[in-house]
T-cell receptor, first 114, second 109 residues
Framework: GAVVSQHPSRVICKSGTSVKIECRSL??????MFWYRQFPKQSLMLMAT?????????EQGVEKDKFLINHASLTLSTLTVTSAHPEDSSFYIC??????????FGQGTRLTVV | GQNIDQPTEMTATEGAIVQINCTYQ??????LFWYQQHAGEAPTFLSY??LDGLEEKGRFSSFLSRSKGYSYLLLKELQMKDSASYLC??????????WGAGTKLIIKP
């Protein structure tokens, strides 16, 4: 199947700093990627839809100035958590659709803000 | 509104069979996905159904009834490694995935 690579898998940062998470489709072109957040024992929560060459579409309640998404190429989308706070600590996962019938996920990034 | 319902937790015995149910209500429908997620890891794809009926894939099978807004995931010959959360997701008219909260499956020896 298609491979989506997400980096880093774990990151610890100080409160107030910014963290960038990369999501790459390794063997296919992804015009659309999705960014999810998952709190412990909860389901995936869609944060935003990342579209190559255009602005991301954010879900209601997600601050676009805090969670910056850039989809600069057909194989790379990045999520930058700006001015991170402890409440931003979470598991962040990206995914890309192949056609409309299958979604492949990155490995996820566990962010801890101290 | 759009909604996905699945049981929060289920327990089964190693070697047995378990059926995880999922009901959905979406604006339009373009298929039903099942994913497996082990603790601390990203979900992995198990199955996709868009037509009514049963799709079998090894020990795992998935069933869909569009008229009833219902799907189930059937796991046979359960193994300890099948202990995980199983996520049901429906694709709506915009091909956006609507996620259920997941069913935590506990396998006992």
């Amino acid at each position: 199947g298609a491979v989506v690579s997400q980096h880093p898998s774990r990151v610890i940062c100080k409160s107030g700093t910014s963290v960038k998470i990369e999501c790459r489709s390794l063997d296919f072109q992804a015009t659309t990627m999705f960014w999810y957040r998952q709190f412990p024992k909860q389901s995936l929560m869609l944060m935003a839809t990342s579209n190559e060459g255009s602005k991301a579409t954010y879900e209601q309640g997600v601050e676009k100035d805090k969670f910056l998404i850039n989809h600069a190429s057909l194989t790379l989308s990045t999520l930058t958590v700006t001015s991170a706070h402890p409440e931003d600590s979470s598991f962040y996962i990206c995914s890309a659709m192949v056609g409309n019938t299958e979604a492949f996920f990155g490995q996820g990034t566990r962010l801890t803000v101290v | 509104g759009q909604n996905i319902d699945q049981p929060t937790e289920m327990t089964a015995t190693e070697g047995a069979i378990v059926q995880i149910n999922c009901t959905y209500q979406t604006s339009g429908f373009n298929g039903l996905f099942w994913y497996q997620q082990h603790a601390g890891e990203a979900p992995t794809f198990l199955s996709y159904n868009v037509l009514d009926g049963l799709e079998e894939k090894g020990r795992f099978s998935s069933f869909l009834s569009r008229s009833k807004g219902y799907s189930y995931l059937l796991l046979k010959e359960l193994q300890m490694k099948d202990s995980a959360s199983y996520l049901c997701a429906a694709s709506d008219s915009n091909y956006q995935l609507i996620w259920g909260a997941g069913t935590k499956l506990i396998i006992k020896p």
